[in-house]
């Protein structure tokens, strides 16, 4: 499925209009043409990259899925990969959406690989921004990658939200709390890395396409580009300092159980000392020998006595040292 724009002197003249009519539009100077194509077949691509005398490479990394984050430029037009992501609200689980972009002095050709991307809110954006639709294709190119990176930041904004909801569970007694911070702290980890495989490479993109050699950003829109670029990089160092702090949470859980277990490990010891104390005397007092109190009964008194004494003694001591 085929989705059209068409912008004449930066103002939107004509929607939806076929495929077909793009190379026409495109004969006029003042003519600025956004065509998606939403999960398309290789024939149907190759047809449109023929028209637009497109590289093969760039049709080839537009149809294949798990890009990486680049930008790729060739003779007449630049090819860029981007991924949209989403966090799970009940996981943390990472979704990522990718897109292929590419650019040519008049066009802008996205291609959806997932069905679900949020392209109305992408129009929506450039719809709220007429006054800068003079600038063509820059000009959408900074609406889409404008949400995209604003999409990375709420990322990173909920996965932050998640790891303080940990602070709660860290230092719980019951066992099923301290898995669930385990589990939790592994899922956050990983959606974490994920991010930062598409968030690192974005500083690269959005680098580069401000360079003047590429003339793709004009003077008017570079401090738009620039404000995306520092949002890219507050999001990318904002993913590092969370990776840090996730196996800190990591480590702090591992230092709980082990602490927790020196505290049990304690408790056995204390009791079993106090548990020695009977057993040794009533071992002495089991022998088949005459000793102090052998065959009387004030014997079993002393010998019950020294007992409780000892025990009560140990008791307290181990309570005293917090060891009980």
Not at 79 to 101: H, I
Not at 221 to 238: M, T
Not at 286 to 306: D, E, K, T
């Amino acid at each position: 499925m085929a989705r059209t724009r068409l912008y004449r002197d930066g103002i939107l003249v004509e929607e939806d209009f076929p495929v077909r009519d793009i190379s026409r539009h495109l004969a006029d100077p003042s003519s600025t043409v956004w065509l998606n194509l939403r999960r398309p077949t290789r024939a149907e691509f190759t047809e449109v990259g023929e028209e637009l005398g497109l590289h093969e490479l760039a049709l080839e990394d537009a149809l294949h899925e798990g890009q990486r984050a680049k930008l790729d430029s060739y003779r007449t037009h630049h090819f860029l990969s981007v991924y949209a992501v989403a966090v799970d609200p009940d996981d943390a689980a990472l979704t990522m959406r990718e897109l292929a972009v590419i650019l040519t002095p008049q066009a802008l050709i996205t291609v959806c690989k997932d069905a679900e991307f949020a392209l109305d809110e992408v129009v929506a954006r450039w719809d709220r921004t007429p006054a800068l639709a003079a600038h063509g294709v820059a000009f959408l190119l900074h609406g889409l990658l404008d949400h995209v990176v604003d999409g990375h930041f709420a990322a990173v904004q909920q996965l932050e939200e998640r790891i303080e909801e940990l602070d709660d569970l860290l230092f719980a007694e019951s066992s099923r709390q301290i898995q669930t911070v385990q589990r939790r702290s592994y899922a956050l980890r990983k959606s974490l890395v994920r991010l930062r495989r598409v968030v690192l490479p974005m500083r690269e993109v959005v680098n580069a396409l401000m360079r003047p050699d590429l003339k793709v950003v004009d003077g008017p829109l570079l401090p738009y580009y620039r404000d995306v670029y520092d949002h890219v990089l507050r999001v990318s160092e904002w993913t590092e300092s969370l990776r840090d702090l996730v196996a800190s949470v990591m480590e702090a859980n591992l230092s709980v159980q082990a602490n927790a277990m020196n505290l049990v490990m304690k408790k056995v010891t204390s009791w079993a000392a106090i548990i020695a104390v009977p057993t040794a005397i009533t071992g002495f007092y089991g022998q088949n020998l005459p000793y102090p109190g052998f065959g009387h009964q004030w014997g079993f008194i002393v010998s019950s006595a020294v007992i409780a004494v000892a025990s009560l003694m140990l008791y307290f001591a181990f309570k005293h040292w917090d060891w009980l």
